[in-house]
């Protein structure tokens, strides 16, 4: 019997710990995308309009984005690893993709807005990429478009003034129309986001030559 309750106890711990696991992985990972021939993408509650502040200062929408692929990662400047990390990445992808990286816009979207200000983002970025764009908020602003992408975040007080934030990291590739068309781990290598990068932009060429074919065909 006492080899009984033993068992049972390792059982019952064993599922809190994995329910726990399954709980966080829910609140911070994005949905499933899967690209289907032509671009479909099974993503459409994820990602759509904003308003922010770019680290020039001018008030930017993502409108102004449109026509060209984004490359979109979520952190804030005083991350000490993953962002920096993930950061050196995407810029150096850009430098693989060669003249391609002129369709290509890399962005940081901080979750910091309380200390990463237009001037704090522009230094920030500056150090990875001349291309690269940083955008900020106000809080409001930025709890929206991280609910819009499902990113997590969250304030790690430390009770000395200095704080670490918990946030998932994503980079998210978007089409010229600002859809979602794919998504790596923070983890990825520069050669793994260029070739994402060039994969889906040879799905869009192919499925508008597609397009193209089929407006010439004569109609019967």
Known sequence: MRYGRISAAILIVAGVLIGE??????????PAIEAEPGLSVQAAALGGPFSL??????????QAFRGRYLVMVFGYT??????PTTLSAVAEAMDLLG?????VQP??????????????????????HPRMIGLTGSPAQIKEIAQSYR????????????????????????GPDGAILTYLKHDATPQ???????????????????????????KS
Not at 53 to 62: F, K, L, N, P, R
Not at 113 to 128: G, L, S
């Open 21 to 30: 696991w399954f709980y966080l992985q829910a609140k911070s990972e994005p």
């Open 192 to 218: 793994l986001i260029a070739t994402a990068i060039q994969s889906v932009m040879a799905r869009a060429a192919a499925s508008a030559a597609r397009s193209g074919d089929s407006a010439r065909r004569p």
């Open 107 to 128: 962005l940081f979207v901080s979750v910091d807005p309380e200390r990463d200000t237009p001037a704090v983002m522009a230094d920030y970025v500056a150090a990875f």
């Open 78 to 83: 005083f991350c000490p690893d993953v962002c």
């Open 53 to 62: 502040t770019d680290h020039a200062g001018a008030q930017v929408s993502e």
């Open 151 to 174: 990113v997590y975040y969250s304030k790690v007080e430390t009770g000395d003034g200095f704080y670490p934030l918990d946030h998932s990291a994503y980079i998210y590739v978007l």
């Open 99 to 103: 003249p391609t990286a002129e369709k």
